[in-house]
């Protein structure tokens, strides 16, 4: 029985996919910041969103958003003005919404399903509101990214220069924590706030071992979150798996894939390059002359 017939199935195809396009497209910045795992924190935030959500009996999916763009905001002037590193800010921001959210789930009494739906994603569930949501949003952050893709390269690779050269770094910095919170919210159907981070970061990593130039990499990382996305639905749907796990563990088999071609590519033409012949010590009876 072919699952695509069904309207569910397509808009579960068409959500992963434009999540599939904005999330590597974002990640690429974040990678480059060496906060790859950003993601993580400001999912267990938008967490702490669902479960106020569900204790107040609002959107859980709104909510999220507020949270995770107010956590994002935090951490990022934590990052930029006081004296805490990325890191240790992340490390607070991890925590603290993982026990927040957990509090507040608990309060909520919500059901395991749930709560299961928003950890780990339920891209058969969305409906065509949220499938409207997804492709507005992403299609923003696409836009975005690409669009001010020069300037928010030279933010990333050197914030001194970017900020001598006249760019609005705060703003820029500012653009990229939001437009993080916001992806982390709507990928949030498709891989769950506990994967997300690996859409955003496993095609970044993954088009890294076979381009060299920004650009390229960009364009590679986005085509790859495109196969892992589309193909992770696929396998759901043939293999009755969690949609959100294939995507990932799709991501992570064409990681594994290209990293072992492109090593064994670079050893094969190190082979096949001429070694130059070493230099030889002149014969005793030779005379050098000058």
């Known amino acids: 029985m072919d699952l695509f017939q069904y309207d569910f199935m397509l808009r579960a195809l068409v959500g992963a996919l434009i999540i599939g396009l904005a999330a590597p497209a974002l990640g690429i910045y974040l990678v480059q910041r060496r906060l790859a795992l950003i993601g993580d924190g400001i999912g267990h935030v938008a967490l702490t969103g669902v479960g106020a959500g569900l204790l107040l009996n609002r959107s859980p999916v709104l909510v999220a958003v507020l949270a995770a763009t107010l956590g994002a905001v935090t951490i990022e002037l934590v990052r930029s003005r006081g004296r805490t590193s990325g890191d240790l800010a992340l490390a607070l921001l991890f925590y603290g919404g993982i026990a927040g959210g957990v509090m507040l789930v608990g309060l909520s009494n919500a059901s395991n399903a749930s709560l299961n739906a928003y950890l780990f994603g339920s891209l058969t569930t969305t409906s065509p509101t949220d499938l409207v949501t997804i492709g507005v949003l992403g299609v923003a952050i696409l836009v975005l990214m690409l669009v001010l893709r020069p300037a928010l390269f030279a933010v990333c690779h050197d914030e001194e220069y970017a900020r ?21 919210t ?11 981070s690996a859409l955003m970061v496993v095609p970044v990593a993954t088009a890294q071992q076979v381009t060299r130039g920004f650009r390229s990499t960009m364009a590679a990382a986005m085509t790859l979150g495109l196969f892992a996305a589309g193909g992770g639905v696929v396998v759901a749907a043939n293999a009755n798996t969690a949609p959100g796990a294939s995507v990932v563990l799709l991501a ?27 230099a030889t010590e002149p014969h005793e009876h030779e005379v050098v002359l000058r």
């Open 164 to 184: 001598v050269s006249g760019l609005p770094v705060r703003a820029l910095n500012m653009l990229l924590a939001v437009t993080t919170a916001v992806t982390v």
């Open 186 to 196: 709507i990928a949030m159907r498709a891989v769950g706030v506990l994967l997300i």
């Open 252 to 278: 992570i088999a064409s990681f594994l894939v290209v990293a072992v071609a492109a090593a064994g590519w670079r050893a094969l033409r190190r082979r096949r390059t001429p070694q130059p012949a070493p």
